[in-house]
């Protein structure tokens, strides 16, 4: 679970996208950004199933059926567009056990038990809403299960305004639909979460990227 994928399995899952754009998207994105294998390693050989909030295409899902992690995976994303191609990426390659939904994340999420995964999103919801989200992503954590968080974190870095830039960029690149709005701050977790009963854990997840990412893990 904790090797990264060869480049041919990268290309393959690639090549499921319907779009050209997609395709290069994802092959680059799969090929640089550490949060994939971070997260397979943080399931480990897990026997629960997986909430992913905000999935996108479902390059997580895909990325972990493709490392041999066999559980239940449920994307939840508001983009109706981005779960149409989840979908057909999901049939077309044939992978089992894989769902994906609509849905926003403000209204509540699925009724779910479980290890919930929540990469990249917390960027556009306001404080009150990133604690809301925390809250309803923790009461879905089984006894031994995990939430595992990536987000840009807040403080005074140079990687903190390169993350704020890249985020106005997928804005004005249309490839997200909303700018960001707040970044959290290491406080955040521990406050909601460690109330919520999880032991909870925040690493830098810097990889070869300028963006100051870090991994939330919080434990139940
Ligand atoms: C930066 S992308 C990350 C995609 C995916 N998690 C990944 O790492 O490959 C953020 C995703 O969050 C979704 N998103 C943003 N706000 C949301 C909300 N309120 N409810 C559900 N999904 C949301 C966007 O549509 C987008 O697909």
């Known amino acids: 679970m904790t090797m990264p994928l060869s480049a041919a399995i990268l290309k393959r899952i690639a090549f499921l996208c319907p779009k050209r754009w997609d395709r290069c998207y994802t092959l680059m994105k799969l090929a640089t950004d550490p949060v994939y294998a971070a997260v397979g390693k943080e399931l480990g050989g897990s026997t629960l199933p997986v909430l992913d909030v905000g999935c996108g295409i479902g390059l997580l899902a895909f990325y972990l059926r493709e490392s041999g992690f066999t559980q239940d995976i449920s994307g939840f994303d508001y983009d109706e567009k981005k779960i149409s191609s989840a979908r057909a990426m999901a049939v077309s390659g044939g992978y089992e056990g894989l769902s994906f939904m609509a849905g926003d994340a403000r209204s509540g999420l699925p009724e779910f038990s479980g290890h919930v995964v929540i990469l990249d999103i917390l960027q556009f919801f ?38 704020v830039i ?44 300028p963006f100051n990412n870090h991994l939330v893990v919080a434990e139940r």
């Open 166 to 209: 890249g985020d106005w960029v997928a804005r004005l690149t249309l490839w997200m639909k909303e700018a960001p709005v707040c970044y959290p701050d290491g406080e955040l977790f521990r406050s909601v979460l460690g109330n919520a009963g999880l032991k909870v854990c925040v690493k830098p997840l810097w990889g070869g990227t």
């Open 126 to 163: 306001k404080r009150e809403e990133q604690a809301a989200l925390l809250k309803a992503a923790a009461a879905r954590v089984a006894e031994g299960g995990r939430l595992i968080i990536r987000t840009g974190l807040q403080d005074d870095s140079t990687r903190f305004h390169v993350t």
